[in-house]
């Protein structure tokens, strides 16, 4: 009847209703974490002095406003253009890439990361790794850039040694990649000649000479040089006349150098096609074990198969640097991190009077002034101690457990000690900040210049420190989250000067302990 109630009709369709409505909320989460990096699959064509863009694009088409884009040759510590937190990073930029490299930001929000490069030059030419990362997901594309450049149109010039003999040499500049030189005779078959000369010229482009050897016969000689792309390459023609050479029979020697009509092009493109194909089935087997490391779903059995050829030591350090503030470490660089765990020891010479040391050198805190014996290392004014131990070589770690006000770090030996300075890099201090006045008050900041704000969700109870003295950086985590903190890089101080580890704090209740060195062994991957 039409007036009649059915309660379970209604609870169907609620539950229809409700299990649409989920699917659709999944899948607006799913397009909005997770995406593919798409780049064309051919080479991009470009003359030097050209401007040009590599083409890559987000699939599904989603916004890379609020991503992190960074597009990188062979080292990913080096970027070509680096973007991020909607905006432009140029500190570790490759220098020859500053004011010629960017992105399109108008055209971020529709998913296209393109890089747009002006000016193109020979050094240019190669592969470039387009990677676009959210805090769940990232991906890499490669784009192969082809500079090319055409030669000037070829010279020839014959020479006579002496004798019944002269060599005909033709040479041709400009050009990009090394071109081929073919000589044939008048049938069209190819002389043997001799390996062309390649010379570099001060913008990277190709010059090439070749020469073959005539004798007294008549004949018609060919010289090809023949260019990479499918353009028409260049030619010339010379006339020999019969008396050059002053041997009793006497002979006429006509050359002429024509040009060839186009190259093989199929055959080039898929000799590049086979390489790039080689290539980015390497970096496909990166690609799968830095998935496997963070975590990111993948076959079981491509991880096995590329688990054998890690990824190089840059690019591993710029992924694990990269993967930004608070974000977990992965089992394998936390093991890399304690394999260089450092014994290290408070310096009671050094410390200020207004600071109590355990005499094991394992704990401080604020206390009361004593009167002590001055010394050109010991800190006058500011609540500050250094360990004996000093680095001038390698990677060291070591941790602390902190009280509620603390600044801890490294400084360099020819930092000042005495009177008043600020603890930033430029004197010579590359610290973090804790600072707790009350329950609504407190202040977490690397000490840059300016303070660069910390998430008070990073703040750590132990606190482990990581100086690398040929990379010239400091790192920062949280031993019990194993979180990254912060990193200050390029460190500047002389090659060779000592490198402290450095304690302050203004803490009368709790004191800074330094933990006892926990050293770990990197087992190496073995297949199962």
Same mark, same amino acid.
């Given at each position: 009847?039409?007036?009649?109630?059915?309660?379970?009709?209604?609870?169907?369709?609620? #539950? =229809?209703?409700?299990?649409?409505?989920?699917? !659709?909320?999944?899948?607006?989460?799913?397009?909005? %974490?997770?995406? #593919?990096?798409?780049?064309?699959?051919?080479?991009?064509?470009?003359?030097?002095?050209?401007?040009?863009?590599?083409?890559?694009?987000?699939?599904?088409?989603?916004?890379?406003?609020?991503? @992190?884009?960074?597009?990188?040759?062979?080292?990913?510590?080096?970027?070509?253009?680096?973007?991020?937190?909607?905006?432009?990073?140029?500190?570790?930029?490759?220098?020859?890439?500053?004011?010629?490299?960017?992105?399109?930001?108008?055209?971020?929000? $529709?998913?296209?990361?393109?890089?747009?490069?002006?000016?193109?030059?020979?050094?240019?030419?190669?592969?470039?790794?387009?990677?676009?990362? *959210?805090?769940?997901?990232?991906?890499?594309?490669?784009?192969?850039?082809?500079?090319?450049? !055409?030669?000037?149109? &070829?010279?020839?010039?014959?020479?006579?040694?002496?004798?019944?003999?002269?060599? !005909?040499?033709?040479?041709?500049?400009?050009?990009?990649?090394?071109?081929?030189?073919?000589?044939?005779?008048?049938?069209?078959?190819?002389?043997?000649?001799?390996?062309?000369?390649?010379?570099?010229?001060? @913008?990277?482009?190709?010059?090439?000479?070749?020469?073959?050897?005539?004798? @007294?016969?008549?004949?018609?000689?060919?010289?090809?040089?023949?260019?990479?792309?499918?353009?028409?390459?260049?030619?010339?023609?010379?006339?020999?006349?019969?008396?050059?050479?002053?041997?009793? *029979?006497? =002979?006429?020697?006509?050359?002429?150098?024509?040009?060839?009509?186009?190259?093989?092009?199929?055959?080039?493109?898929?000799? @590049?096609?086979?390489?790039?194909?080689? #290539?980015?089935?390497?970096?496909?087997?990166?690609?799968? +074990?830095?998935?496997?490391?963070?975590?990111?779903?993948?076959?079981?059995?491509?991880?096995?198969?590329? $688990?054998?050829?890690?990824?190089?030591?840059?690019?591993?350090? =710029?992924?694990?640097?990269?993967?930004?503030?608070?974000?977990?470490?992965?089992?394998?660089?936390?093991?890399?991190?304690?394999?260089?765990?450092?014994?290290?020891?408070?310096?009671?010479?050094?410390?200020?009077?207004?600071?109590?040391?355990?005499?094991?050198?394992?704990?401080?805190?604020?206390?009361?002034?004593? *009167?002590?014996?001055?010394?050109?290392?010991?800190?006058?004014?500011?609540?500050?101690?250094?360990?004996? %131990?000093?680095?001038?070589?390698?990677?060291?770690?070591?941790?602390?457990?902190?009280?509620?006000?603390?600044?801890?770090?490294?400084?360099?030996?020819?930092?000042?000690?005495?009177?008043?300075?600020?603890?930033?890099?430029?004197?010579? +201090?590359?610290?973090? $900040?804790?600072?707790?006045?009350? *329950?609504?008050?407190? %202040?977490?900041?690397?000490?840059?210049?300016?303070?660069?704000?910390? &998430? !008070?969700?990073?703040?750590?109870?132990?606190?482990?420190?990581?100086?690398?003295?040929?990379?010239?950086?400091?790192?920062?985590?949280?031993? %019990?989250?194993?979180?990254?903190?912060?990193?200050?890089?390029?460190?500047?101080?002389?090659?060779?000067?000592?490198?402290?580890?450095?304690?302050?704090?203004?803490?009368?209740?709790?004191?800074?302990?330094?933990?006892?060195?926990?050293?770990?062994?990197?087992?190496?991957?073995?297949?199962?």
């Amino acid at each position: 009847m039409c007036g009649d109630h059915h309660p379970e009709m209604e609870s169907d369709q609620s #539950q =229809w209703l409700f299990v649409t409505l989920l699917f !659709l909320h999944q899948s607006c989460v799913s397009g909005s %974490e997770w995406f #593919q990096v798409v780049g064309p699959a051919v080479p991009v064509f470009v003359f030097p002095g050209e401007d040009t863009v590599l083409p890559c694009y987000l699939s599904p088409g989603i916004s890379a406003e609020d991503l @992190q884009i960074g597009w990188f040759r062979n080292d990913y510590t080096a970027p070509v253009c680096l973007y991020q937190n909607h905006g432009y990073i140029f500190e570790d930029q490759i220098p020859s890439y500053r004011g010629r490299a960017e992105l399109f930001p108008e055209e971020l929000f $529709k998913g296209n990361v393109s890089l747009r490069l002006r000016d193109v030059r020979r050094s240019d030419h190669g592969l470039y790794n387009c990677l676009v990362r *959210s805090p769940q997901h990232f991906e890499i594309a490669l784009i192969d850039l082809s500079v090319r450049a !055409l030669g000037s149109q &070829p010279s020839v010039s014959l020479h006579s040694p002496g004798g019944d003999q002269a060599q !005909l040499l033709c040479r041709s500049e400009g050009w990009f990649p090394q071109p081929a030189v073919i000589w044939t005779d008048r049938d069209g078959n190819e002389v043997t000649s001799q390996p062309p000369t390649v010379d570099t010229d001060s @913008q990277g482009l190709l010059s090439v000479s070749s020469y073959i050897s005539v004798k @007294q016969e008549s004949n018609i000689f060919s010289c090809l040089v023949r260019s990479a792309l499918p353009e028409t390459d260049w030619g010339s023609q010379l006339h020999i006349p019969r008396d050059y050479f002053p041997a009793p *029979s006497g =002979w006429m020697v006509a050359l002429f150098l024509t040009a060839a009509v186009t190259v093989a092009a199929s055959v080039l493109l898929v000799i @590049q096609w086979r390489r790039m194909d080689k #290539q980015e089935a390497l970096w496909k087997s990166e690609l799968y +074990y830095i998935m496997a490391v963070y975590g990111i779903p993948v076959v079981r059995a491509e991880i096995d198969a590329v $688990k054998r050829a890690p990824i190089p030591k840059s690019q591993w350090q =710029w992924l694990c640097s990269a993967a930004g503030e608070g974000s977990p470490i992965p089992d394998l660089q936390w093991q890399w991190l304690c394999s260089a765990a450092a014994a290290v020891n408070l310096d009671p010479d050094t410390a200020h009077c207004g600071l109590s040391l355990s005499e094991d050198g394992k704990r401080v805190r604020r206390g009361q002034r004593k *009167s002590l014996s001055d010394n050109p290392h010991r800190f006058d004014l500011c609540h500050c101690v250094v360990s004996r %131990e000093a680095f001038t070589s390698g990677r060291h770690y070591w941790e602390v457990e902190v009280n509620d006000d603390w600044r801890i770090g490294v400084t360099r030996e020819s930092a000042r000690k005495k009177g008043e300075f600020r603890f930033v890099p430029q004197e010579g +201090y590359w610290l973090l $900040k804790y600072w707790w006045l009350n *329950s609504y008050l407190c %202040e977490f900041s690397a000490l840059t210049d300016p303070e660069t704000p910390l &998430p !008070l969700s990073l703040r750590p109870r132990k606190l482990g420190v990581c100086v690398d003295i040929e990379e010239r950086k400091v790192s920062f985590y949280t031993v %019990e989250s194993r979180a990254h903190v912060y990193t200050f890089t390029n460190m500047v101080f002389p090659q060779g000067e000592k490198i402290y580890p450095v304690f302050w704090t203004e803490d009368r209740n709790k004191a800074l302990e330094l933990l006892p060195a926990v050293s770990v062994e990197i087992k190496p991957v073995t297949d199962s």
